[in-house]
């Protein structure tokens, strides 16, 4: 039997502040942990392959594609998904994004708000360009780019008053 | 106080009992279908297909009807039940309707959720207001004309007394129902051509929205198919010996009901679905499409434009008119297969019982889903109910039903809840496509540069997942003018314009996707009449506004064609993206527009800037828009935002190309979408009108490509008449 698929029982991820134990084969993404195992159904499958950018968590504050990495790549890691960056939107993020009324169909925009999130971590005044750098692996085919780019503007400003 | 509605037995609103002290109004909403696709048929007894319910809270609830897909509609359906309602917006929450209950119709396409509910909605929202009104005044014992509703209030204006619409519900649901209520002038509207925020927006971003991929229901497995990589191909054997050894495997099942035949792997998790899929060991039988190849199909879609059409229109040369043309033109204009690739891949979860059938889907065609399901599985419609989800993208993909099938079918067989899901390979290969096309056009002008002459033949296929056309319908004008918006419908006055189609028949499945017929066909007229002009020796412009008439309305099929209203956008985007200003070196301006359907009047002015390597870059997208009264300018503003990127994404890359019978991509690397970095400047500017309001879902995509294929001519001088645009290797293109 091949060792990969015997569930790893000892697993346990730190997701969103909480230590969870997250029984599943060690191949197995971090995506589909959080989606199945863990009831997070934030975190969006949108490829597989870690062209959209809809999986984007956070892992110690770094962008991650969950559907790239596995259980063991993360443990003793802080994991922040949607769910964690605030339940109650309040975020900065969260709070520019209502304001611009950026979501369309919205499938994405969890991936987008933990790009842009971690994005304004490193870097409190953005410009367009190192938007563009930051946001151009996440798709969007509704095509809210526009008002990504401005709630982006909106969080930075609102966060540096 | 005497209450000037009188009951009519007949009436389409009826006040529901409830056991509740609730006002709960059910409405038969007759929603006509657009001209030409059939009318509702009257309502036999009562069957409402909208709910309006105001409980003891003050909460309104109003049952939205349409999916939302990401055009806003849980949020503009209600915004207009709430004006003629008076509601407070803050108090107005949506409930999805499902099946089963009643409703008419729940599909939702065509751009016509705003149109088609306009009048209905506004009647509902009104029939309750006076409804409260009449309770109100009854309460003070005052005259109901010295009453008024405002912000979820009645308010008796002498005294300032005010009761809240939920302190009045439970005597309002007791009163008559009135006919013909009155309807508020658009002058006096509050929240109607508002900006408000859309309603699942909170839920959104705090990833709390339940989309179709989010469902779960207890003992629910996990499957995923391995499908026919040859369209129309079978499974010939299959042998689950591996696959059933993959952890947390339960079954393999056969599935035969969705567009390709193929072997389902049931697990207990998404992934173990994914993995035991690989494990299966599956011979095909390629069946009789092994050998078609996209591009030979290509040419013989070029070739078929140049064949003897049936004729679409045919206009009438006035007497005295000259048709002499001093210069012809010919072109053909190619569109490939396209794919939705919305980001939500395709899945469902059904749970299939003997007299109980329950389905959750991220669909806009619940109604077909039910019809379907009830058929495949041999259970009476009545039986099955379907629940639509919030949707990951639509663009008509999820107008389709075959993954619902799929899930029925293995649930079935499973004896299980079962959600189906989707990689984004099989979603990119095993869909149906927007059909490609060619469209030949022929053209000239005379001596003085008017056009004297206008021919534009489609030839192209049927939407072949609703079947194929009957031997009537093959020789049938209505049938393929139906078939190609963009054509036939040509919005210009030119003397002795026809039109025409060759159907060309394909294996590939096609149905509908982001504005169905008209893109391709839009993408050869707006081009075509560009190369006019150049050929006339005029500016694209000026040449487009001569040729409409600001006072001419016309049909065309059964589609109304306004032209004033179309100057005005051309006019309009040209003066605000400055038409004649000079641009920099190497950039270039385009403009197109379009009448959708016979509704939306919409145009833009594009910029291209060119790059030393040949690579193109869209800078700027200028858009004026008539769709009439805007109920949110927001949403207005968002679906041409999106239909810029659908729109670019077809000419930067968009293509779905077939060998041996199989799609050739399967990802967003392959299947280029634009991205944050490619998305140009929008500005956009909206005509008001008092009009009735016109869609806005898909209007906005078919003059994006000729608008910016246009400023590529005029940058580069190269005219672009193949989509996607082909750039040079220099530019990371073709080598």
Redesign the interface.
């Known amino acids: 039997m091949n060792e990969n698929l015997i569930p790893q029982d000892g697993l346990r991820l730190t997701v969103n502040g909480t230590q969870r134990p997250a029984s599943a084969p060690p191949d197995t993404p971090l995506l589909w942990i959080l989606r199945d195992v863990l009831g997070l159904t934030g975190s969006k499958f949108g490829c597989g392959l870690g062209v959209c950018g809809a999986c984007t968590v956070l892992v110690d504050g770094e962008p991650v594609r969950s559907c790239m990495s596995t259980g063991p790549e993360v443990a003793g890691k802080k994991v922040t998904t949607i769910e964690g960056l605030s339940s109650d939107a309040s975020h900065p993020v969260q709070r520019a994004w209502l304001a611009e009324d950026v979501a369309q169909c919205g499938y994405c925009q969890a991936g987008q708000i933990m790009t842009a999130a971690a994005l304004l971590a490193r870097n409190p005044r953005p410009t367009d360009a190192d938007i563009d750098a930051a946001m151009s692996e996440n798709v969007c085919r509704c095509g809210t780019y526009q008002r990504i780019r401005a709630a982006i503007h909106r969080a930075a400003a609102e966060m540096k008053s | 106080m005497s209450d000037p509605y009188k009951t009519n037995r007949r009436c389409f609103i009826k006040a529901i009992s409830t056991s509740s002290a609730a006002l709960v109004l059910g409405f038969h909403l007759p929603v006509a279908a657009k001209p030409g696709q059939g009318g509702a048929a009257p309502a036999k007894g009562f069957v409402p297909n909208a709910y309006l319910r105001i409980d003891p809270d003050g909460t309104v609830t109003v049952t939205v009807t349409k999916s939302?897909?990401?055009?806003?509609v849980r949020t503009s359906l209600p915004m207009i039940v709430a004006e003629e309602l008076e509601a407070d917006w803050s108090r107005v929450v949506v409930t999805q309707a499902t099946t089963g209950l009643g409703f008419k119709s729940l599909g939702t396409g065509g751009s016509w959720a705003i149109g088609g509910n306009w009048t209905p909605l506004r009647t509902a929202g009104a029939t309750a207001r006076e409804m409260l009104v009449s309770a109100a005044a009854a309460a003070w014992s005052v005259d109901r004309a010295t009453c008024r509703a405002e912000k979820g209030s009645v308010v008796h204006a002498p005294t300032g007394r005010r009761l809240g619409y939920g302190e009045l519900a439970e005597a309002a649901s007791k009163l008559q129902v009135p006919t013909n209520p009155p309807l508020k002038d658009p002058k006096n509207y509050t929240i109607i051509g508002t900006?408000r925020?859309?309603i699942?927006?909170?839920p959104?971003?705090?990833?709390?929205?339940?989309?179709g991929?989010?469902v779960?229901l207890p003992g629910m497995k996990?499957a995923t198919i391995l499908r026919s990589p040859v369209m129309g191909g079978k499974v010939a054997k299959w042998d689950d010996k591996r696959a059933m050894?993959?952890?947390?495997v339960r079954a393999v099942v056969p599935v035969s009901s969705g567009l390709a035949a193929g072997v389902a792997v049931v697990a207990d998790?998404?992934?173990?679905a994914?993995?035991g899929r690989e494990a299966l060991d599956v011979t095909w039988d390629n069946g009789p499409n092994a050998a078609f190849d996209g591009e030979a199909f290509r040419k013989k879609l070029e070739e078929s434009s140049h064949a003897s059409a049936i004729v679409t229109r045919k206009d009438a040369v006035a007497a005295g008119t000259s048709v002499t043309a001093a210069r012809s033109i010919e072109a053909t204009y190619e569109y490939p297969f396209q794919a939705h690739?919305?980001?939500?891949?395709m899945n469902c979860v059904a749970d299939v019982r003997d007299g109980r059938t329950e389905i959750w889907a991220p669909t806009q065609a619940p109604d077909r889903i039910r019809e379907r399901v009830a058929a495949l599985i041999k259970q009476p419609a009545e039986t099955i109910t379907v629940h639509v989800t919030?949707?990951?993208?639509?663009?008509g993909r999820r107008l389709g039903v075959d993954y619902a099938l799929e899930a029925a079918e293995v649930s079935m067989a499973v004896k299980s809840p079962v959600q189906v899901?989707w990689?984004?390979e099989d979603d990119m290969r095993h869909g149906h496509f927007q059909p490609a096309s060619a469209n030949r056009m022929t053209g000239g002008v005379d001596a003085k540069g008017a056009p004297v002459a206008w021919k534009q033949v489609k030839a192209g296929s049927y939407l072949s997942i609703f079947g194929p056309p009957s031997a009537a319908e093959r020789a049938s004008s209505d049938y393929w003018r139906d078939a190609s918006w963009g054509c036939y419908d040509n919005p210009y006055s030119i003397p002795g314009l026809e039109t025409g189609y060759v159907p060309v028949d394909s294996p590939v499945p096609t149905g509908p996707w982001r504005a169905v017929y008209s893109p391709s066909c839009s993408f050869a007229r707006e081009s075509f009449v560009d190369e006019l002009a150049h050929a006339a020796g005029r500016d694209p412009l000026e040449f487009r506004l001569s040729l409409l008439d600001p006072a001419k309305k016309f049909k065309a099929g059964n589609l109304n064609i306004d032209q004033g209203r179309l100057r005005s956008v051309l006019a309009l985007a040209a003066e605000k993206a400055q038409w004649t200003r000079k641009l920099p070196p190497g950039w270039g301006r385009g403009i197109a527009g379009n009448v959708y359907d016979g509704d939306t009047c919409l145009a833009y002015v594009a910029e291209a800037s060119t790059g030393k390597d040949g690579s193109i870059r869209v800078e700027r997208m200028v858009c004026a828009v008539d769709c009439g009264i805007v109920i949110n300018p927001?949403g207005v503003e968002?679906q041409i935002?999106?239909?810029?990127?659908?729109g670019l994404s077809t000419v930067i890359g968009g293509e779905i190309t077939i060998r041996a019978g199989r799609v050739e991509q399967s990802?967003?690397?392959d299947y280029p979408?634009?991205?944050?970095?490619?998305?140009p400047?929008?500005e956009i500017h909206i005509v008001p009108s008092t009009a009735s309001p016109t869609g806005m879902g898909e209007p906005p995509v078919p003059p994006v490509a000729p608008a910016v294929t246009n400023a590529i001519f005029n940058a580069t001088g190269k005219r672009i008449r193949r989509l996607p645009v082909r750039l040079p290797a220099a530019a990371g293109g073709e080598k």
């Open positions: 939302e897909i990401g055009q806003g900006r925020p859309r699942d927006g909170r959104i971003v705090t990833g709390t929205a339940t989309f991929l989010d779960r996990f050894t993959s952890a947390g998790s998404t992934w173990a994914f993995k690739a919305t980001l939500e891949p919030m949707s990951g993208g639509g663009f899901i990689s984004r927001s968002a935002e999106g239909g810029i990127a659908f990802s967003f690397l979408v634009i991205r944050m970095d490619q998305m400047k929008v």
